[in-house]
């Protein structure tokens, strides 16, 4: 047998606060297993004041990139040197790449979640209310637009930026999004097709936690998806079935978007397959 004589592996990874109960290492790791890629992936707990440094160590220590998570999707892109279209048109960045010293901001989720959503439904045509505003719902908002949603409504608490989301969707898709104040026990309206929680809202530990809405409201024949992955069948998506709505977990949109990360990273198009049976057998999903 030839003696190994390169023990360094590429290092990829994930900033995020708090970020112990994200899942995506093990994932990632099982597709470096299964593809023999020779490569690591860290989760890392950087706080935001901490964010710029995070960033720039990453570069000093040679690493191929990173992800991000909340809250640092936006923040982030001020310390990079480039956003890819997909970043621009969202304005957030959820996967950064690191060539040559640069820092390219990309942003994966929207296709992601947009990938997972078409194995159940076809959202042209379709009218979609979103719950949330900011990084995670811009990138689903944007791609729904793109794939020709007939309409959005965005449901955030904070009136001015569910606004700002719906005008720019507007402006830059052409497709009549709309944003309404999130009051407790918010009212689901009856034409929506598709109503996706984009919020943090059920996110462990918090498992029993669920968006304030009138349950009442969601109705068979509507298909309910959250983005949270762990645990992969949240509060909100068990309230959903039990009213016969078609339900879809946050797994989906998780191994998409790393998928195409990865690609991003290493240039291999790895097995989503390896990577949805990794967290299967985590979360018994």
Sequence with gaps: MAARTNFLSEITGLFAFPAAENPTVAMVEAAYRHHQIDARYLTCEVEPENLEAA????????????HLSLPHKQTV???????AESAQIIGAVNCVVIRDGRL????TDGAGFLTSLKETTDPRGAHVLVFGAGGAARAIAVELALAGVASLT???RYAARGEELARYITETAGVSAVAVEWSTNFAVPAAMNIVVNA???????????????????????????????????TAFLTSAAARGCTTIDGLGMLVNQGVIGIKLWTGVDVDP??????????FGA
């Design 55 to 66: 960033v720039r160590g990453a570069v000093a220590m040679g690493w191929a990139g990173f």
């Design 77 to 83: 892109i001020p310390f990079l040197d480039e956003l």
């Design 104 to 107: 390219i901001g990309e942003n």
């Design 154 to 156: 965005i449901v955030n």
């Design 199 to 233: 919020t943090s809202i059920g996110l462990y530990p918090e498992v029993k936690a669920e968006p304030a809405i009138d349950y009442d409201t969601l109705l068979p024949g509507m298909v309910v998806a959250d983005v949270i992955p762990n645990p992969p069948r």
């Design 273 to 282: 397959r390896v990577m949805r049976d990794e967290l299967t057998e985590i």
